[in-house]
T-cell receptor, first 114, second 117 residues
Framework: DTGVSQDPRHKITKRGQNVTFRCDPISEHNRLYWYRQTLGQGPEFLTYFQNEAQLEKSRLLSDRFSAERPKGSFSTLEIQRTEQGDSAMYLC????????????FGQGTRLTVV | GENVEQHPSTLSVQEGDSAVIKCTYSDSASNYFPWYKQELGKRPQLIID?????GEKKDQRIAVTLNKTAKHFSLHITETQPEDSAVYFC????????????????FGSGTQLTVLP
């Protein structure tokens, strides 16, 4: 297990299309987080899971965004009816429930909406 | 909710000099303050963190200080090297008392550090 893995690394889509991203956390990490990062800004929190339960969602997360972690392992983030403002880097991070506070980040999925 | 402000947005120093980056936070309940380094095109990586029961923490050339009363914390890098050039983000979070795990991070807007040879 070499770390948090995200797929795809890059995605270009037309406005109005739906996109889905996948995140595979580090094995046995109970917590999984999604963040969005735009150029020149820090990552913004979107949502996080503890095992399969979605514990918190940011007010930034519109109804077009949905995230799942059905078996408490990998997670998917779906954006419906994409808009140009959705263009950003989508970062996933994971952390263990006990023993460490460190969040380990994936390399991200860069979304470009044209 | 929590709000974290970070200054400066850009910082240039000569190799060997020190660099200081400052952050303030708004939520007095926050008790965990990590610093992440992000090189161009790469993932953010934790370089040091501090909890609110500690005022200062050092790790080789890197140190972090925390003033809970004033709600600000700072990153200090001594003897800077060209490989220290990157974007640095401060963050604030709350550690769950029961689990010992941190909730979501609220990040500052980042500081682009450039170390000039």
């Amino acid at each position: 297990d070499t770390g948090v893995s995200q797929d795809p690394r890059h995605k270009i889509t037309k406005r109005g299309q739906n996109v889905t991203f996948r995140c595979d956390p580090i094995s046995e990490h109970n917590r999984l987080y999604w963040y969005r990062q735009t150029l020149g800004q820090g990552p913004e929190f979107l949502t996080y899971f503890q095992n399969e339960a979605q514990l918190e969602k940011s007010r930034l997360l519109s109804d077009r965004f949905s995230a799942e972690r059905p078996k408490g392992s990998f997670s998917t983030l779906e954006i419906q009816r994409t808009e140009q403002g959705d263009s950003a880097m989508y970062l996933c991070a994971s952390s263990p429930l006990r023993g460490s506070t460190e969040a380990f980040f994936g390399q991200g999925t860069r979304l470009t909406v044209v | 909710g929590e709000n974290v402000e970070q200054h400066p947005s850009t910082l240039s120093v000569q190799e060997g000099d020190s660099a200081v980056i400052k952050c303030t936070y708004s939520d007095s309940a926050s008790n965990y303050f990590p610093w992440y380094k992000q090189e161009l095109g790469k993932r953010p990586q934790l370089i040091i963190d501090i909890r609110s029961n500690v005022g200062e923490k050092k790790d080789q050339r890197i140190a972090v200080t925390l003033n809970k009363t004033a709600k600000h914390f700072s990153l200090h890098i001594t003897e800077t090297q060209p490989e220290d050039s990157a974007v640095y983000f401060c963050a604030a979070s709350l550690i769950d008392t029961f689990s010992g795990s941190a909730r979501q991070l609220t990040f500052g807007s980042g500081t682009q550090l450039t170390v000039l040879p």
